[in-house]
């Protein structure tokens, strides 16, 4: 055991400690959407913790380089903690999901920088990459089983995960990962992943199907935002070096394609049709008692119900907003606030959580809650800019998008808990601690 827990960074770097930490982050990231896998995931933690001991040790310089998003942090997780004491009206439960949602989260970002800090042959964006992959791949072979035996394939429906949106969330995660390797991989002065660009590109294909097909609206927004803002930011800083002529033609490709998949979606997914009426009807709610999930949809002008998902998540969202003015230090943390919140203003419903990551937090924690986490996230895009800007470090760029990311995500769904919040701190450390070991001099790919 002494033995083990002296090992210098130079052998952690290789041998059996790099392929044991390289192999656990890819099982994480493959298996963390797919249901009933919570006592792998946290199987998984224990080991990575583990193989985080040794190196321990000598991480306090990348703490210390990387003390604003880590202080925000501490702040955020400190804040939660009194209002948990102090303004909870559930303590006793909010306390619980503290330990078991942010506190397990907080240690999956610290596991994350201490593993990473230390320079192997393959990076996190391998891993990630790697492990999204994984899970297309199982989902593709799933519906095509489907195909086979039914002659039809699946739409608006997932195989490897619980729904589509979990499935969704992952992949538009790790198409950042793709699509930035893609265009910027070999900029700058570090390479960010080993994987070559025909595979990157048959990657995107494959990601771009399975996305198509599970038909979430969320993950098709995701997919557009994230091509226009690598569209642009390709055309800033490698523009010049194609001429006019070229990068004008990029954009035609980009934009025709994306209008291509953006009609096909349209024209697939037949909530389309009723998105108007149910997304003004949903921001009535206060006309619509079916919000609390009690009760018949409200009727369009057509006499048909309006859209159950765009009608619901509008309903929430500004009913959520609503208690938020009127309780701006929030109820308390925990998994279904959003409904306990609703019940303790007189309320009766069938609720659970608000669709919405912010109206969520804001819920929970309140106002100072949004405002700390939003201050963490933005430390870490700031950290990325610079790191992209002025060191050409790509990994800077997928922590901007990453952040961007989960932040649009948060807007209209539940996200701010589980594997996916664990998921995110645990990358973003990562990526932080490669970014400050490519910056110490005598480190490298």
């Known amino acids: ?23 656990l982050s890819f099982i994480y990231v493959a298996v963390c959407s797919v249901g009933h896998t919570v006592a792998l995931r946290y199987a998984l933690q224990g080991g990575l913790l583990l193989l985080a001991l040794p190196l321990l040790g000598h991480s306090l310089p990348t703490f210390r380089a990387a003390r604003y998003p880590i202080i925000l942090l501490g702040l955020f997780m400190a804040y939660a903690t009194l209002h948990t004491l102090l303004l909870s009206r559930w303590p006793a439960i909010s306390m619980a999901e503290l330990r078991s949602q942010l506190g397990m989260a907080t240690l999956w970002f610290f596991i ?11 990076s996190i964006s391998d891993v990630v990459i790697a492990g999204g992959v994984a899970l297309a791949l199982a989902e593709f072979g799933l519906e095509g089983y489907q195909y086979l035996a039914t002659g039809i394939w699946p ?21 950042a990962f793709v699509v930035a390797t893609l265009c910027f991989g070999h900029w700058g002065r570090t390479q960010v992943s080993r994987i070559s660009k025909p595979w990157l590109l048959a990657i995107l294909a494959l990601f771009v199907f399975v996305s198509l097909h599970a ?55 037949s909530r389309n049709l ?27 002008s057509n006499g048909e119900p309006v859209d159950d998902s765009a009608f619901k998540r509008v309903a929430w969202i500004h009913s959520g907003l609503d208690m938020i003015v009127s309780h701006p230090l929030g109820f308390g943390f925990m998994r279904e606030v959003f409904a306990q919140a609703v019940t303790s203003i007189g309320i009766k419903n069938n609720l659970g959580h608000a669709h919405s990551g912010f109206i969520d937090l804001g819920l929970a924690l309140g106002v100072p809650g949004i405002v700390l986490w939003l201050l963490f996230c933005a430390s870490l895009f700031v950290t990325g800019y610079r790191r992209f800007r002025y ?30 919040l664990q998921l995110f701190l645990f990358v973003a450390g990562a990526l932080l601690a490669e970014m400050i070991a490519m910056a110490t001099p005598g480190q490298g790919d």
Not at 155 to 175: K, Q, S
């Open 274 to 300: 009723a998105f108007t009426e149910s997304v003004t009807a949903g921001w009535d709610y206060q006309h619509h008692p079916t919000w609390t999930q009690i009760g018949p949809l409200p009727l369009m």
């Open 391 to 420: 060191q050409q470090d790509v990994r800077g760029l997928i922590l901007m998008l990453m952040v961007c990311g989960f932040l649009g995500r948060m807007l209209n769904e539940s996200i701010f808990r589980d594997h996916m």
């Open 155 to 175: 739409y608006r429906e997932t195989f490897a995960t619980p729904t589509y949106l979990e499935f969704t969330f992952l992949i538009n995660f790790v198409l």
């Open 112 to 122: 994350g920088m201490v593993l990473y800090r230390v320079c192997r042959k393959f």
């Open 215 to 269: 038909a979430a609206r969320n993950g098709m927004i995701g997919m557009v935002y994230l091509s226009f803002s690598m569209l642009l930011l390709y055309s800033i800083f490698q523009g010049v070096k194609h001429g006019w002529v070229k990068l004008l033609l990029i954009w035609l490709v980009v934009i025709s394609s994306l209008a291509g998949l953006v009609t096909y979606a349209i024209k697939q997914d």
């Open 1 to 23: 055991m002494s033995r083990f827990l002296s090992m210098s960074d130079a052998a952690a770097s290789k041998g059996w400690h790099a392929i044991a930490v390289l192999l």
